[in-house]
């Protein structure tokens, strides 16, 4: 979808605890040996704060950087991956009344690791559509033993905690949405469900066998292709966003993908996109770890709030989420944000 009207992203937040560091989580024995070496160096661990209101913290930040009143607000999209503090409640509601107020339309959004992406796409399409000027996207997540080990549950994957925040307006802001794009195919879904019998009640299984059932459907006919299709609708959205937007690859300047990293010189999905490692925010999410739904959210604030790009650069911004979906954006920055 290439934006025909101004929309900006007219701020960024990110609202992180304190980091562990993986080689004493290593020397603690927490970690298994497919898990060591993947090249993170530290992951942010919180205590005693739940997804929601870390995503609070940075929502409430990004607002006050926006420069737009609160309650002006009208839309509030939330995006998480795990659990939000209570079983069967409004987490997006409660999320949108304590940082922008009763009046926003609030919405939570779950495609997993792609909900914060997911949640741009549909946002920026709710603006340029006009049914709106302003809307508030946040993520939250805490990934607490034991009903989920942060250290073992994914390939290539440590998680870590924090809420991310960024504010889309109309009127002006430190990046223009030059175009976004989704994809998906769900005829990869079994990945996430690996065939297991449906239950009725949640806590069945401490800690989430998440693992465990995406090995178990990559032995079944059903996977067959499996990589080379995720990769293929990979391409396809970067194919898309950048047609989208009218430019050639070799103008992005930073790509802001998801933090999960192989590790011992392997491909990374920075490299299959067609980017290097400096390009990319590595740096950075070696040393918080994967935050669920929030990475492209917390790796643009680290670019902006380091004035890592200047006026006129390209930025590719791009989400997976088991599932699976994918979901894109190219931004140019149009002017050094205040903050």
Known sequence: MRCTKDIFVASTATALPPAVDVADAEAAGLVDDPHTG???DSIAVA????????????????????????????????SSLWFQGLDMWGTASYVANETVGAQAVSMDLQQRSC????????????????????????????FAAPAFDRWNSQMYTLFGDGGTAIALSTRGGVARV????????????????????????????????????????????????????IEAAMLKTRDQV??????????????????IHRGGGQAENYHALGFTEAQSVWEFGRAVGHLGAGDQFAG???????????????????????GFNFAAAVLEIVTSPGW
């Open 38 to 40: 993947l090249g993170y």
């Open 47 to 78: 205590d005693g704060v739940a997804g929601p209101e870390m995503a609070v913290a940075a929502g409430r930040v990004a607002v006050a950087r926006s420069g737009i009143a609160a309650a002006e607000y009208e839309l509030l999209l939330h």
């Open 115 to 142: 909900g914060g992406m997911a949640a741009f796409h549909m946002a920026t399409a709710y603006l340029e559509s006009g049914f709106g000027t302003t809307a508030l996207l946040t993520t939250g997540d805490a």
């Open 178 to 229: 030059l175009a976004t794009a989704a994809h998906a195919d769900n005829s990869l879904e079994g990945f996430g469900r690996g065939g297991e019998p449906f239950r009725f009640a949640p806590g069945a299984e401490a800690p989430v066998p998440v693992l465990r059932r995406l090995l178990r459907h990559s032995r079944t006919p059903a996977a067959a292709g499996g990589w080379e299709r």
């Open 242 to 259: 950048l047609s989208d937007a009218g430019v050639d690859q070799d103008r992005i300047a930073r790509a802001v993908l998801p933090f």
């Open 300 to 322: 643009l604030d680290f670019l902006l709030a380091r004035g890592d790009v200047a006026v006129g650069d390209l930025v590719l911004v791009f989400g997976v989420g088991v």
